[in-house]
């Protein structure tokens, strides 16, 4: 597990999401994705970068992750990946051998802090990441989740509540992982949005009740995800801001006239919430206020 102190009072995460790397093909989009991401961190300074899952996809990810590594080295930043639900996918189709394989990829970067997790805990790449106050009693706990290719298991509802639990009662928490939970739909559908919806909320295959986990035990303040590369909305729900990232790949499906970027969060010390905003390609940053509002008016 890797400590973060918090230093001039604020503590910056660039969230990039679905980046799709593929050694083999389109060489050129592929370019134009390792632009965003260095340009992304010169522009806001991040302590640390998540990216949340969809890594790449191809025969030949090793040598991308090779790639990948090598710019973050360069760019002197600290990376936590957590598994999409294509990566690994083209080594095994009919398994987990190729997702394992592909964790493999990740493990022991150059500022890379992804760990493969508790043996106890199915998936690959369940680990937290402290940032403020000390090891031991942080101000914050950054939980990295494998969302498989949609679904969650009961080990890591497990392992989130007792590992949540061990850092006691003062801390806050944020999650992030690939693929969103059937909250996002709900959020959208009854609460009050910030962003965009533009395609339909791929969810996880049936709800594992991890949000449920996550609310009830009043410490997690949001959850950072991807998937759904045209959506990039935020809402609450009971407490806990969903948020989706920005679309940071373009060797994959997009839409045409929207920006590709990033999310930065920023957790300031003392504080128990956090602030988001968008990047994007043009180098812009700004905080969503489009409002979505949308409640049944039910009347018996």
């Not at 503590?11 to 050694?23: A, G, K, V």
């Not at 609310?215 to 303040?221: D, N, Q, T």
């Not at 759904?228 to 839409?255: A, F, K, M, P, W």
Request: contains cysteine; proline residues 3%.
């Amino acid at each position: 597990m890797t400590h973060f102190p918090i230093k001039n009072g604020r503590f910056r995460i660039c969230q990039l999401t679905d980046i799709h790397l593929e050694h083999d093909r389109l060489h050129e989009e592929g370019e134009m994705t390792y632009a965003l991401i260095r340009n992304a961190v010169r522009d806001t300074s991040p302590d640390l970068v998540v990216i949340t899952g969809d890594l790449a996809w191809g025969t030949n990810d090793d040598k991308e992750i090779d790639r990948l590594s090598e710019e973050f080295e360069k760019l002197g930043v600290i990376w936590a990946p957590v598994l999409g639900n294509h990566d690994g996918q083209d080594l095994d189709d009919h398994g987990d051998g190729g997702r394992r394989m592909f964790a493999g990829f990740l493990l022991n970067r150059p500022g890379g802090l992804f760990e493969l997790g508790p043996d106890s805990v199915k998936g690959f790449g369940n680990y937290t990441v402290t940032v403020g106050g000390t090891p031991e009693n942080p101000q914050w706990v950054l939980f990295m989740l494998d969302s498989h290719r949609g679904k969650f298991d009961i080990s890591q509802l497990l392992w989130y509540r007792d590992t949540s639990e061990k850092f006691g009662a003062g801390h806050s928490e944020l999650a992030f992982f690939h693929v969103p939970i059937p909250e996002f739909t709900e959020v959208w559908d009854y609460g009050d949005c910030k962003g965009f919806n533009q395609e339909r909320v791929c969810a996880t295959d049936m709800n594992d009740g991890l949000f449920s986990v996550m609310a009830k035990g009043g410490r997690m303040r949001g959850i950072f995800v991807g998937h759904d590369h045209i959506n990039d909305y935020e809402g609450t729900l009971h407490g806990v801001r969903l948020c989706y990232g920005r679309g940071s790949g373009y060797q994959c499906y997009g839409l045409e006239g929207m920006e590709h970027g990033a999310r930065i969060i920023d957790l300031f010390d003392g504080e128990k919430d956090f602030k988001t905003a968008i990047y994007l390609e043009s180098g812009k940053v700004y905080e969503q206020t489009r409002i979505h509002s949308h409640k049944l008016n039910i009347k018996g």
